[in-house]
């Protein structure tokens, strides 16, 4: 007996060591694969430079040849100098102007940064129990604009993330403008730039959550509010929702991460931060040394670090390039970029360890305030999730694919009735998606235009593609939208990899979790004992982000003495001619710069931060450091397939002639693949025109939408086989018929795998008249 244990003992520890070794030879191919591949796009992009420059100087070149002469040289040289020396002058009278708006804003308490009035109507900070530093808004219309109170209202959560707030409504052509355009009740969910002494997330939950009863009591009549969560908020606003489901319309998230592990190789280093600085211990040093509360600029500098070559260079550039044009624009913008804020160390540690490290929220790992685990796929509000390609901080991979995390399979996003449209853009960078006006006039515009459309879509997955149509009376340009049936493997393919490589990141959670223990332990009450106010304040005036706001503005007498001579350079513009041989060379050598900056500042410091990820964590991963932390899910997905399979049973042939209608209706719309926005609402119109819907309120018409479609996504030839023993009244069933082909529009019925289809259903449900009944059995 003991010699067979031996044996056996040795048997599994052999498996074992093969097992690693297996492993570890998986992560030195792929280790080898990621350094190749980063060698190729080094190459690529270095040569792509010298070709680029190359190419610059012989148009440089061919452009100083062209010059008539030696005297015309010298005056395209004076000309340029006249014009570099009073851009120099305005340049730098903006940088003052930009240090002098920081401090006045700072002195200000830095409000939120909309560009609309507002007033309060619920402060946070004054509730008496779990109060924070959020508040609730209206909008005032302008004039011009009037809002319709029975419209259903708009709720905007800003993101937390370093800056102040009122992104959301940083200018007119913004979120806030297109839906007080659309006449929409507005609502903003602001907050202070320093939280109230021991705030926490679950304090800011419980106040959004009175924020949406609030906006829900004013509007009764309406239907319920949309919300809209722009990056942070995003995740702020599905846990929310989770929570409490009931307080929500639609939910509109923007840039925002809810799967912290996803992303392509070679394309978002930024998920490797995490476990390159050892976890979430540094969030919490972080927080000790600022005496309890989070400087938010540490975050902003961060931003900033991961595109040197226009944070150091590009922007400025910009600036020195066009001064005049560009001076209100860039002012704006920076005093919403230098609005600082604080959040207390219990939120930032909470958010580093449950989201960023942890990736709790999309694992049900999450309690909300009443102490329940938030599960998203309670979340019964259509969800619409706009990403972009472009956006490295929030890649598409991030902001979707928590959806993959939560169904098994597309059929259990329809069996939880969830409809989710996701609209991708494919350059714009993640502030693009809050602050330009183009998306606001494009994307955000036609969200809010389709949202009912969005609202009666069958159950399932989305994707939202506008396409130009026209233009308008004014010459701007018309957008069609459609709505193409999507599965969970087109999302997946958008991870230009496997998603295998994400158990790397279990790694990561199991190291932090044992530094963190380890700073809590040995090194917090160190740091905490030698902490104050004073400190604190100190290390955040003395960061670079501060000290150069301080530095460029009145308080430097240098620049201070610039203003005049910037006023007279203003008054006397002689600006160079666009076609200078030296301007051009000026602009050539700037873009090389900025190019080449992104190349040894940031190209080359992700490829490095990527193979050392790799090389530490894969490494421990095959040696199965963190892989027992993984919750087996398969006996929750049996769970759940048996209840989905009472659900089919019980409504397979339930639901009379409403629900047959919107069996075939769905059926349809299943076959059509991609349906026009215009052509949803007509025929949405046509179905209340028959008047079988009639007295049926949204929610209940959706649930009844849910039943079918369900049915028809787990027992497909059954539900369409119980169609007959739904209508087997003759007179009703053809009612139904009629009242199906009053409904389908020609364009649908035009297509052949529809026209297929429609035909399929009316020979399931052959009409028998009356006469036919009573003459063919005599004739037989």
Known sequence: MFTERLQNDADDKAEHLVQIAERLTQWQERLAAVGQDQAGRLRDTQ?????????QSAALYATLGAVGSPLQLAQALAEYLGDAAQRGLIF????????NEYIEHSLAGRPPMLSFDYEVLLDAGTFAEHPCNYALVRIVPPAGISV?????????????AGHGAGIGGFKNDSQVGVALRAGHPVYFVIFRPEPVPGQRLADVARAEARFLR?????HEAAPKPCIIGNCQGGWAVMGLAAADPSLVGPIVINGAPLSYWAGSSGQNPMRYTGGLTGGSWAAHWLSDLGNGRFDGALLVDNFERLNPGNSYFGKYYTLFENAEQ??????HFEKWWGGYSLLNGDEIEAIVDELFVGNHLASRQIRGPDGHLLDLRNIRSPIVVFCSEGDNITPPEQALFWIADLYPDDRAIRAAGQTIVYLRHLHIGHLGIFVSGGIARKEYDRIVGTLD?????PPGLYEMLLSEDGRNASGDPRYR??????????????????????RYFEVVRAVSEFNRHAYELFAAPLIKAGSSEFSAELSRQALPLRVAHYGLSDFNPWLLAIKPFAEAARAQRQAAAVDNPFVLAERAFAHGLEAWMNLWGRDLRDNACELAFYGLYGWLAALGVGLDQHAPAAAEQRATEDRVAEFVD?????????GALLRMLVELAGTAGELDAETLSGTLERARATGLFEGMDSDTLRQLVHAQSTVLAYAHDAALDALPRMLADPAERARTLQALDAIVPLDLVQRPNVAAAIHDLHARLPLVHPQAEATGPAAG
């Open 148 to 160: 319709d109170p029975l419209k259903r209202p708009y709720v905007i959560v800003d993101p937390r």
């Open 92 to 99: 730098w009278d903006v940088m003052r102007k930009r240090g």
């Open 650 to 658: 019980a409504h397979l042939d339930a639901g009379g002639a409403r």
């Open 453 to 457: 459309e969005i609202e009666r879509l």
């Open 214 to 218: 609030e906006v829900r009591q004013r």
């Open 326 to 331: 560009e001076e209100a624009r860039f002012l």
């Open 481 to 502: 939208v459609s709505f193409a049936e999507r599965s969970l493997g087109d999302l997946l393919t958008l991870d230009h990899d496997t998603r295998a490589e994400e």
């Open 47 to 55: 040569l792509g430079l010298q070709k680029a420059g190359a190419e």
